[in-house]
């Protein structure tokens, strides 16, 4: 079992940067063994995810529109995972959802997450 609680989340100007963290509590599997990603849901549209980031944290994902803007990184010590978000665009608002996965390696597909926290709400002005 993980329990995930997202925080960082707020309102900023485009062009601003905010940093998310996710704080995970286990039990039974230490938390390095999780894959972990941060996924986002715009009113209307569907979850998508964001960043993903294997258990050792030697292999990431981005979706597209976030590349080079955007970093995922964890901190298995602590139980963290973080998303470091620059150059903010309007299109960036949403709720961002912090997920864990027991897939080997790294996750890309939302199906392969099986725990969720309850997501944190990030709004960018124009």
């Known amino acids: 079992q993980v329990h995930l609680v997202e925080s960082g989340g707020g309102l900023v100007q485009a062009g601003g940067s905010l940093k998310l963290s996710c704080t995970a509590e286990t039990s039974g599997r230490t938390f390095g063994a999780y894959a972990m990603g941060w996924f986002r849901e715009a009113p209307g549209q569907d979850r998508e995810l964001v960043a993903a980031i294997a258990w050792g944290g030697f292999s990431t994902h981005y979706e597209d529109s976030v590349k080079g803007r955007f970093t995922i990184s964890r901190d298995n010590a602590k139980r963290m995972v973080y998303l470091e978000m620059n150059s903010l665009k309007p299109v960036d608002t949403a709720v961002y959802y912090c997920?864990?996965?027991?897939?080997?390696?790294?996750?890309?597909?939302?199906?392969?997450?099986?725990?969720w926290g309850r997501g944190t709400q990030v709004t960018v002005s124009s």
């Open positions: 997920a864990a996965s027991t897939v080997f390696q790294i996750a890309t597909k939302r199906g392969e997450y099986e725990y």
